[in-house]
């Protein structure tokens, strides 16, 4: 019809809409040039990679909670906590307590607590206004940029939300000083007198806190997926591209959740157990340990089977951290201080030594995942029938192994 109505026009019209049209071509090529940029410098797919980063970090934000809040170093603090809390948890602390900023003001734990757990709920809102404004000027961006918002809260709360939990626990754990007069301050800041007035305040703050954090991010992981088959179609388009990866590699799609509660659980609450109890800390992160790798063994979570080993090979990894702390608690408890001092000394080779062997693992889930790309790369439209829809979380998983899935 197009063509018909262009012999009616004449020649002129008809180079005119087909310059128009090769304009149009060339600027769609460009765009898709741009989209296949990131892709292109990656020698695997960026869902691919993200997933195996996503692993690693969560090891890491139990690794440090977990020795930062044991202190079972015979007295010795393990300084690289506080620059790689830094980078995998967004933690602020380190950087409040310092030197530098306590000259100009004094910053204790519960002021660090405020910037820590408010921080990441302003950026939020801040995202929200942007939206709100957008939607004012744009209305048919409105779906769109609450995608992106959930997006972001979800990638936020992803980084924040073990470190911020165990922060907001350490809130109830206090410590008493025996002697004439008996006092009770906080653990995690022993300035802090635990029975003022500011420290019932912080308390109610914590609780409040204790429903954004430990309980509001896994409850939106929860949305966003559910989001992402139950609404309506444009709704689920925009939830997908933004939050797809955290239900597209796993064969339950609600798995993510609970990954989110098992950090928290591993390296926030029993963490902070370790300094009144650390025997008892200790049993219940072992226990823990071992029922999360036989729940990995039997329902084979992961789409990927090379995610899944490494996965596995992380929780093995913290399994014997939980060890090497057990042990070096029931080693100091009988020995000489100078004698705690060497097994202290031990015990931090040991910790750094698991910590390598996590990057190693990494390094070499690349190497496999890259291998496995070059061996046997995603198919095209044109390059043949497509697979078959898998019906079964088992076919899902062995054509997975096969053909990585690409956001």
Known sequence: QREVGLEKDGPATKGKVVEDSELQIDRARTEQKGKRSL???????????????????????????HVSSAKLLAGHEFNVTGTVELIANLNVLPILSSSAINCLMRVDFYRGLLVK??????????????????????????????????????????????????????VFSKQTFVGDSPENVLRADTSIDFDSDESLGFRVYASIMILVYPIGVPVLFALAVWLQTHAGKEVRTHFMRGTGYLSRPYTYRYFESFELLRKILLGSFIAVLAPDYPAISNFLFLVALMFFIVLLMQIRPYRDSIDHVFALTSLLLLFVLGMTTSMTFSLVSSRTPEEAVNIGTAQTVLIVVVAVLEAIAFLITIALKVRRQRRCPPKTASSGPAEPAATSPRAARSYADEVPVIA
């Not at 892709?39 to 909670?65: D, E, H, K, M, N």
């Not at 769109?144 to 924040?160: D, K, N, Q």
Request: glycine share 6%; aromatic share 12%; proline share 6%.
């Open 39 to 65: 892709a292109s410098v990656l020698p695997i797919p960026p869902a691919a990679l993200w997933q195996t980063v996503r692993i690693c970090i969560g090891y890491f934000q139990v690794w440090i909670l």
């Open 117 to 170: 757990t408010v921080t990441p709920l302003v950026a939020v809102g801040l995202m929200g206004v942007v939206v709100t404004t957008t939607y004012f000027s744009w209305r048919d961006t409105l779906v769109f940029g609450i995608a992106r918002m959930t997006s972001a809260a979800v990638l936020i709360g992803f980084l924040v939300a073990p470190s911020c939990a165990n922060s907001i626990f350490a």
